[in-house]
């Protein structure tokens, strides 16, 4: 043994006791879910409130059937429609899942439909790494669907919401 701070493997010796595993139901997970999005949505509004935005709520736009979770004025008094995407927990946490993400997109499409769209920007936890995601995010942003994706958790990202 080279270092005398470093144990040697026992291989007999006992294994440390697995927790036991409580199957989530269906429930309890919506719950946590639930719980967690009003959370990421606190943290998002209180971003916006310290960049100077004017938050005016989460706004219905019935004629292409989107919700917006937060409609904005900036300090410089340009309305941005923010939507929310995120979480703490979970294996693939914001737009990493791909349901998301194709969500976020459908409603970017959906409000170039309007005859004046508010930029529209989407708020994360989390960005794809690689993949299909990734591949979608790029392609949805060309197209002019999303304004901006901003990780909530990158300061050189959230920097971008002060050109608005």
């Known amino acids: 043994m080279d270092n005398p701070d470093e144990l040697p493997f026992v291989a007999d010796a006992p294994a440390a006791p697995t927790p ?8 309890s997970f919506q719950a946590s879910a639930g719980i967690q999005g009003r959370q990421f949505a606190e943290q998002c509004d209180t971003l916006l409130a ?3 935005f004017e938050l005016r709520g989460r706004r219905v ?6 919700e917006i979770d937060q409609e904005a004025v900036s300090p410089t008094g340009t309305v941005v429609w923010f939507e929310y995407k995120g979480s ?18 459908a409603n970017g499409a959906l409000l170039r439909a309007l005859d004046e769209p508010a930029p529209y920007v989407v ?18 942003s ?18 971008r919401l002060k050109r608005w």
Request: charged share 15%; net charge positive; glycine share 12%.
């Open 88 to 105: 703490i927990q979970g294996n693939r946490p914001g737009l990493r899942r791909t349901d998301t993400m194709k969500k976020a997109i």
């Open 123 to 140: 708020i994360t936890s989390h960005l794809p790494e690689a993949g299909s995601g990734a591949a979608m995010l790029a392609t949805a």
């Open 20 to 27: 036991p595993v409580v199957p989530a139901t269906g429930r």
């Open 61 to 66: 736009l019935a004629e292409v059937g989107v």
């Open 50 to 52: 310290h960049l100077g």
């Open 142 to 159: 060309g197209l002019g669907y999303l304004a901006d994706v901003v990780c909530l958790y990158d300061p050189a990202s959230t920097v």
